[in-house]
């Protein structure tokens, strides 16, 4: 089963900009699509995560409205890692990141990665 490593997450100010990286120990054709949720500070359930977006192995790409325009979805095939191009951070953006990879359904997430914006 294909596991998934999240890393890039970190401190930044209002305004700034992080990369998060999704790395696959196979190949990330094992999945129709990859994408990210992330998780506030203060919500620990599973359910309370919000959907950020995702990318299918055709490079289609979606986006969640909170984040259209700020957030771009990447992925590397050859080095079989997904990334998160992240502009215009804004304090709200701050949470647990995960990324997570799918055939139907959700075959594997990302332990996730930590971001927090300072206002």
């Known amino acids: 089963q294909v596991q998934l490593v999240n890393s890039g997450g970190g401190l930044v100010q209002t305004g700034g900009s992080l990369r998060l990286s999704c790395a696959a120990s196979g190949s990330i054709n094992t999945f129709n699509a990859m994408g990210w949720y992330r998780q506030a500070p203060g919500n620990q359930r599973d359910y309370e995560r919000e959907w950020v977006g995702r990318i299918s192995s055709l490079n289609e790409v979606h986006y969640a409205d909170s984040v259209k325009g700020r957030f771009t979805i990447s992925r590397d095939d050859a080095k079989n890692t997904m990334y998160l191009e992240m502009n215009s951070l804004k304090p709200e953006d701050s949470g647990i990141y995960y990324c997570?990879?799918?055939?139907?359904?959700?075959?594997?997430w990302g332990q996730g990665t930590q971001v927090t914006v300072s206002s």
């Open positions: 997570y990879g799918a055939t139907r359904t959700i075959q594997a």
